[in-house]
Each structure stands twice: as structure tokens, then as C-alpha cells.
């Protein structure tokens, strides 16, 4: 996923990408919604051209909307689904937001159809903010949303311990292929040959006890 924003931003700074994937880390502290779901957000608001800046600004009034239109549990289809709808308003559609049930003024819809990317945005974020605001937050505070953040962290946990330990298994890994296989394998006849003998001496023993064992 955060490959995807990469690819998305590739015309903005590694410094641009970097400030979303932190801002996705910092508001799964604060909310309900995985870091993973959303760096999908935004991703998705970066497929229309955005600037960071904006894909910034509109992320946390976008996940209020997401936590009140879909739950503390929103999959990542869904996310897709709502980002993507709400996105069409930065096209100058703003019957997408009327649809959802949102009421416009006219200015509103004057800024969202000839404004620029800065006004719509600042004018989006006020029509979420005016119905959803801290939406995202507050779930937190539920005993539901509670046991939600503390899953996020904890499969959160899991990447950065999975990622603090990749270098060690690559270079475990290394030194078995490199050191230890290139000593085992002029030994791997040796070791065949005493299992072999071994088993033989086994079955030697074993044999002539098998008619004793029967009659028992």
C-alpha cells in the first residue's frame, strides 16, 4: 500500500510521500481506522492528481466521514468506494456530496465547480467537518472502537517487528547459504553413508525378533 502512494506521488518529493505515510501512523493513535486503510485513503485521493498538501488536509475530515458512513470496521473496499465518491467533488461534481445527503450553499457549489484545488478542498473539509468532525476520534472512545485501535496497534507492532528483523534473517540466511552449506555438503555422503549403516544395524536386531513378537 504504501508502495501504491509512491507510485501515485512519484512527481512530488520522497519528502511529500513520507509526510502522508507518517500521517497515517499518527492518526491511527488517534482514531479507529488501520494506518494500512488509511494509506489506501490516500492513496486513492492521489490518483486525482492532487497535491500532497491537499491529500494532507482532506485525509482526516475524509476519515470521519468513513468511520460515520461505514463503522470502526470499514474494509478497505469500502474505503476505496467512499474516497473515490467523495473524490468526484474534486472534479467540480458536487452532486456526489448531495447525494450523501450533504446541504450545499451556493457558494459552496460555485468553489467546488470553478474553484481552485486549494478551495475545494478548504470547502470540502468544512462540509465534512460540519457533520463529522473528530467522528473518527470519538469512535475511539467506545468500548468497540477501544478493542478496533487495539488491534491496529498490535498488527501495526507486528510490521515494525517484522521490519526490525528482516536484516537479521537476511543475514542469517546469508551465512547458512554462503558458510554453513558450503561445509555441510562434502559431509552429506559421510552422514548418508553412517545413517545407512546405522539403520541396517537396526534392522539386523529387529528382524530376527519379529516371529518372537508375533506369538506374544
Known sequence: KELNIEIELAKHSDTSVQALLNQAQALEKVGVLSKDNIIVAQGQLATFDLQASSIKKLTPALLDYIVAEKGIGASTDEVRQLT?????????????????????????????????????????????NSTYRDFNKNARDTAAGGMQALRNQFNSMKEEIGMELLPVVSDLANIFLNDVMPAIKPLIPIIGEFLTTSLRDVMDIIIPLIPSIMEL
Open 84 to 128: 473515490n465518491g467523495l473524490a468526484q467533488a474534486l472534479n467540480g461534481q458536487y452532486a456526489s456530496l448531495t447525494r450523501t445527503g450533504f446541504i450545499l450553499s451556493d457558494q459552496q457549489k460555485h468553489l467546488i465547480e470553478t474553484g481552485t484545488e486549494a478551495e475545494k478542498i478548504t470547502t470540502i473539509v468544512d462540509i465534512l
